[in-house]
Each structure stands twice: as C-alpha cells, then as structure tokens.
C-alpha cells in the first residue's frame, strides 16, 4: 500500500522567504511522486514531478523538489514567495503497478503575508 | 485544447434526491478517474477507468454511488438517493497511461450540496 504524510496543514510565510512544504511518503515499490496545486475554487495542477530520473525535480514557478529515498521524503521549496504563491498545495504518491492511479496527502495551505 | 469539462459546477439539492456529475475528459486520454474533496477526509479516490473499463472502484463509498464511462469522452457519477454527507467537492481528472508516471489533468469540480 502507499501512503503520503503532509507535515503542518498550514505554513505561513512573509513575502520573500523561503517556502519548505514536506511530505514524507510509504511504497513497497518505487514510487512516481508529484506536487499538485490547487487555487481557490480551482481544480488542481501539476506543478512537478519525480518518476526515477534526477532526484531533484524543478517545477513551474519557481518550486522545486528533491527526493530523497533514504529519509522517504519529497519535499517542496522555492527560494523566495510571492503573494501569488497563496494557494493549497498536495503531495501525491503513484506507483508503475497502481494503474496511473495517485494517492493524495492532505494537503498544505500556504499563506504569504506582505 | 479544452481541459478536463465537468457540469455542473454547483449542484443544491434535497436528502433523497438522485444526483448525476458528468465528465468530459481531455481527447486522446485514455484514464479518467473520480476523486472527491471534503474537509475531513481530503481527496479520495473513488474509481477509475482504463480505456472505458473500471479498474478499481474500491473507493466508492456505498452503493448509493455508481459510476459509468459509456465511451471515450464521457463519464457520469451518480448518487441516488443522496446524503447530506455526500456533500464535496466531486473532481474528474483524466490522463494518458503510460505506465503511472503520466500527469493527471483535473477539473474544476462540480460542488455538491445536499440539504
């Protein structure tokens, strides 16, 4: 079975700073992980994803992420927020045996103050 | 090209009353899954298909609710009779297959109240 694990359902940060999102994830196989993000009373995006090439992935708007087996984690950063950056941000965790099915975390609102 | 399609997009209906969500997916994919957003539980899965053909529906909560993709550019997600816990946020996304690794392309949601 697979499974995501989003740390803190809500990281606030001040425009400019860092943004560290985390999510740590379970797979008895290796696994394709993905950053989706979801805008007020959207669907949700693709903003990257690892599916056993480089182990760090780079993602539009400036996010990207990097795997790292040994601590299972996945985690997603970029250097400097923007107010824009403001939105609901999942972690998903698929599998080549999983039919292209994902298999969501619960997901982490980002907020950036001015 | 035109993304993934769902109507409506805000359904209020009464306990007891049937519901029917629809998709459109995205041309040429050949995957469609349903998800389903609440507060409580976030997304869950609830089926898929592969080519027209359910694969996996172990996420469907009860038999209240039944899914249906009759062929490539169309599928259907219906409660009857409905709940107020069914109340959601109902997402169809559809991909490429291609060996799991294929990036799913979601809709904008067809958010379900039920009195």
């Known amino acids: 079975a697979q499974s995501v694990t989003q740390l803190g359902s809500h990281v606030s940060v001040s425009e400019g700073a860092l943004v560290l999102l985390r999510c740590n994830y379970s797979s008895s196989v290796p696994p394709y992980l993905f950053w989706y993000v979801q805008y007020p009373n959207q669907g949700l995006q693709l903003l990257l994803k690892y599916t056993s090439a480089a182990t760090l992935v780079k993602g539009i708007n400036g996010f990207e992420a990097e795997f790292k087996k040994s601590e299972t984690s996945f985690h997603l950063t970029k250097p400097s927020a923007h107010m824009s950056d403001a939105a609901e941000y999942f972690c998903?965790?698929?599998?080549?045996?999983?039919?292209?099915?994902?298999?969501f975390g619960q997901g982490t609102e980002l907020s950036v103050k001015p | 090209d035109a993304g993934v399609i769902q109507s409506p997009r805000h359904e209020v209906t009464e306990m007891g009353q049937e519901v029917t969500l629809r998709c459109k997916p995205i041309s040429g994919h050949n995957s469609l899954f349903w998800y389903r957003q609440t507060m409580m539980r976030g997304l869950e899965l609830l089926i898929y298909?592969?080519?027209?053909?359910?694969?996996?529906d172990s996420g469907m909560p009860e038999d209240r609710f039944s899914a249906k993709m009759p062929n490539a550019s169309f599928s259907t997600l219906k409660i009857q009779p409905s709940e107020p816990r069914d109340s959601a946020v109902y997402f169809c996304a559809s991909s490429l297959f291609r060996q799991a690794s294929g990036e799913l392309f979601f809709g904008e949601g067809s958010r379900l109240t039920v009195l």
């Open positions: 998903a965790v698929s599998a080549y045996n999983q039919g292209g099915k994902l298999i």
């Open positions: 298909f592969n080519n027209n053909v359910p694969i996996d």
